[in-house]
């Protein structure tokens, strides 16, 4: 398994993106996740975008980073937003998403981010038993969704 950054346009990561905008649609039935988003979010040193290659060169997972500074949507100065967390079903229970999300942890922290927040829903149990057992605690809701009741915000500090 190889996890390397290429740009959040890249078309292995909109394929990534397709496929869990579907997943967040058959979970909530919302047509996907609404927050905006540019791939210069992703670009160093305000963040970084990140896909799992398998040993025949096939994307499998993705996540990304991006600086989030005090703003009206409830972040803080130094937070990095977690965004866009996904292994391609076939790929799951094998520790991808955690390998990312250290990754992702790492460059953050080396880009001199003191916080990892990130928002989930009640309509996805693996995604927030996977930030838990990683570290991060219930924190303020942030971002597009905090005043929807199926929103669940963490953070952990870096």
């Known amino acids: 398994m190889e996890i390397r950054p290429v740009p959040y346009d890249h078309p292995d990561a909109v394929k990534l993106d397709a ?20 791939p210069a979010d ?17 994307p499998v997972a993705s996540g990304g980073w ?15 937003e977690l965004k866009r967390m996904y292994v391609i079903e076939q790929m799951r229970g094998r520790g991808l998403a955690r390998r990312i999300l250290a990754a992702l942890e790492k460059d953050a922290r080396a880009a001199g981010r003191t916080r990892m927040v990130l928002e989930t829903g009640t309509k996805q149990p693996e995604a927030i038993a996977l930030y838990t057992s990683s570290g991060y605690e219930p924190c303020e809701k942030f971002g597009y969704y905090r005043h929807h009741e199926e929103s669940r915000c963490y953070a952990k500090t870096l």
């Open 42 to 58: 992703f670009m160093p040193p305000n963040g970084v975008y990140l896909i799992a290659y398998d040993e025949a060169g096939v």
């Open 19 to 38: 496929d869990v905008q579907a997943e967040y649609h058959v979970r909530y039935g919302d047509g996907g996740d609404s927050t905006p988003m540019h």
């Open 66 to 80: 991006r600086v989030q500074d005090a703003n009206g949507e409830g972040n803080r100065d130094g937070d990095a």
